[in-house]
C-alpha cells in the first residue's frame, strides 16, 4: 500500500506570493491533517480534514486555508506570504473517523519564503 | 486548549546506555499518548503508544510508561544504538466532536554517541 504522498518536496517563494501543497493519503484513509514543522516549535496543527469538511482549525491566521476532495486527497494554501511561514508542512492521514490513532505522515514540503 | 511540554529538548547518550524523555499534559480529557521518531530529513513515524487505561508497554528496547494523576508519561530507550539517533515527539490526544485533537511536544533530539 502506498504512502502519504506530498507534492511539490520543495519550494522556494518570495514575499506576498501565494503556495498550494498537495497531500494523498493513504488509499482507504479519509482524514487528512496538516502539520507547521519548525525548529523549536515542534509539529503545530494547522487543520484537519474528514469527508470534504473541516473538522478542526489550530490556531493560525486565514491565510491559511484548506480543501479536501472526494478522493480524500487534500489542498493547503498559504497566500500573502511571510518570511515566518518557512517551515516543513506535512500531512498526515488516519484510518477511521472517530476516536483516537495512529497518524501515517507524509514526508513533508519544505517551503522557503525569501 | 491542551498544552504538552516536552524535556529535554536535547539529550546525548553512549552507545549502549538508556534515555529518559518525559512529558507533560494539561487536559485530564486526553486519552491516548503517542510517541513518533522522526530520522533527519524522514517523515515522523509511530514508534510506540499508550492509552490510559494501561500504565506501562514495552515493545522490545523501547517502553513507555503514564502516569494519569501526575499528567505525564514517559519514553524509555534501553541499549541505545546509534539509529536511535533521531527526533522523538510525544503527544497527547482525545476525542472532541468526534474528531481527534492531537498536540505535540516540541521534540527531543536525541544523539547515541558510538
Known amino acids: 500500500k502506498a504512502g502519504v504522498t506530498q507534492t511539490p518536496r520543495y519550494l522556494i517563494k518570495t514575499r506576498g506570493q501565494q503556495v498550494t501543497l498537495s497531500c494523498s493519503p493513504i488509499?482507504?484513509?479519509?482524514?487528512v491533517s496538516w502539520y507547521q514543522q519548525t525548529p523549536g516549535q515542534g509539529l503545530q496543527f494547522l487543520f484537519e480534514?474528514?469527508?470534504?469538511?473541516?473538522?478542526n482549525k489550530g490556531n493560525f491566521p486565514g491565510r491559511f486555508s484548506g480543501r479536501q476532495f472526494s478522493n480524500s486527497r487534500s489542498e493547503m494554501n498559504v497566500s500573502t506570504l511571510e518570511l515566518g511561514d518557512s517551515a516543513l508542512y506535512l500531512c498526515?492521514?488516519?484510518?477511521?473517523?472517530?476516536?483516537?490513532?495512529?497518524?501515517?505522515f507524509g514526508e513533508g514540503s519544505r517551503l522557503t519564503v525569501l | 486548549g491542551e498544552n504538552v511540554e516536552q524535556h529535554p529538548s536535547t539529550l546525548s547518550v553512549q552507545e549502549g546506555d538508556s534515555a529518559v524523555i518525559k512529558c507533560t499534559y494539561s487536559?485530564?480529557?486526553?486519552?491516548?499518548f503517542p510517541w513518533y521518531k522522526q530520522e533527519l530529513g524522514k517523515r515522523p513515524q509511530l514508534i510506540i503508544d499508550?492509552?490510559?487505561?494501561?500504565g506501562e508497554k514495552k515493545d522490545q528496547r523501547i517502553a513507555v510508561t503514564l502516569n494519569k494523576t501526575a499528567k505525564h508519561f514517559s519514553l524509555h530507550i534501553t541499549e541505545t544504538q546509534p539509529e536511535d539517533s533521531a527526533v522523538y515527539f510525544c503527544?497527547?490526544?482525545?476525542?472532541?466532536?468526534?474528531?481527534?485533537?492531537?498536540?505535540f511536544g516540541t521534540g527531543t533530539k536525541l544523539q547515541v554517541i558510538p
Open positions: 498526515a492521514s488516519r484510518n477511521g473517523d472517530r476516536g483516537t490513532g495512529e497518524l501515517f
Open positions: 503527544a497527547a490526544s482525545r476525542e472532541s466532536g468526534g474528531y481527534q485533537k492531537v498536540t
Open positions: 480534514y474528514f469527508s470534504e469538511t473541516q473538522r
Open positions: 488509499s482507504g484513509h479519509r482524514s
Open positions: 499508550i492509552r490510559s487505561n494501561v
Open positions: 487536559d485530564s480529557a486526553s486519552n491516548y
